[in-house]
């Protein structure tokens, strides 16, 4: 079953605990800065969640079962070729010209928010720069695909196409998900696909979209970790990602940061009609 806010209550939840992750990226974002290690940046967010805005960073400590260890930090933080699920670390300082993901889920009240977004240090190279942004624009046209009626193959389609128009691949073993009281729920939502196919979208569900794209080619592979996934041919990638809750005309981005204004959302994003 496909996770659903079914109550105001659960509608409430979701919207809370979408505004607090979305807290942490806007807050983080002036200390992403050369010469900073990644695990400085866990640390800041680590207690700006638990002292600052009273929740569980969700990534700390989970695993998926299966002989996976669990996850040492509270976010991710994945540089240039890294697709997702870096580990802060302490020997890992950004550097000038790198691109970084930086993805963070929340618990508050028992409800999850999930969001990431794409930092740029110091001074990028054009190419980075185009990669970031066609995937952000990825993101919302994915957005915008959604509303009753439509399916998540509308999701993919719109993703996958304009990610191809710009020469851009599309990762295709990781993709959005459920969310709600569940970390992880059904449906898979996937970043590639054709319209009118897969499940129906329906007015409440709650998923994630969270498009990573790869300058190079699509094929990762995962660290002896268990958690870093890496471009094969190490070139770059990047990723954004939203909490979505379906409304009866569209969309609502929960996880929808203050700098993102009304118009750049694609779709029904300020819908707060559920």
Wanted: hydrophobic letters at 35%; one cysteine or more; a neutral charge.
């Amino acid at each position: 079953m496909s996770a659903k806010a079914t109550t105001d209550a659960d509608i409430e939840g979701m919207r809370r605990a979408g505004r607090l992750a979305a807290s942490v990226l806007e807050m983080i974002g002036e200390h992403v800065k050369p010469g900073v290690s990644t695990d400085a940046l866990n640390d800041l967010c680590h207690r700006y969640i638990v002292d600052e805005i009273d929740c569980v960073p969700a990534p700390l400590n989970y695993t998926t079962g299966r002989g996976v260890p669990p996850f040492p930090r509270s976010i991710c933080t994945s540089v240039n070729h890294v697709v997702c699920h870096g580990i802060p670390s302490s020997k890992k300082k950004l550097r000038n010209g790198d691109i970084l993901n930086i993805d963070v889920t929340v618990i508050k009240d028992g409800y999850h928010g999930d969001t990431s977004k794409m930092f740029m240090v110091g001074k990028t190279q054009a190419f980075a720069e185009r990669l970031v942004r066609v995937t952000q624009e990825c993101l919302y046209l994915g957005i915008e695909a959604i509303r009753p009626g439509a399916t998540l193959g509308d999701i993919g389609h719109a993703i996958e196409t304009h990610a191809k128009a710009h020469r851009f691949s599309v990762v295709e073993e990781f993709g959005g998900h459920g969310i709600g009281k569940i970390f992880h729920d059904d449906p898979h939502v996937m970043h590639y696909g054709r319209p009118g196919t897969g499940s129906g979208i329906e007015q409440g569900m709650t998923f994630t979209v969270e498009p990573m794209l790869n300058a190079g080619r699509r094929h990762i592979k995962i660290l002896p970790d268990r958690w870093t996934v890496v471009t094969r041919d190490h070139k770059l990638s990047a990723q954004w990602e939203h909490t979505i809750l379906v409304t009866r005309n569209g969309a609502e981005v929960l996880t929808r940061r203050a700098e993102e204004a009304f118009g750049q959302i694609a779709g029904h994003a300020a819908d707060a009609t559920a």
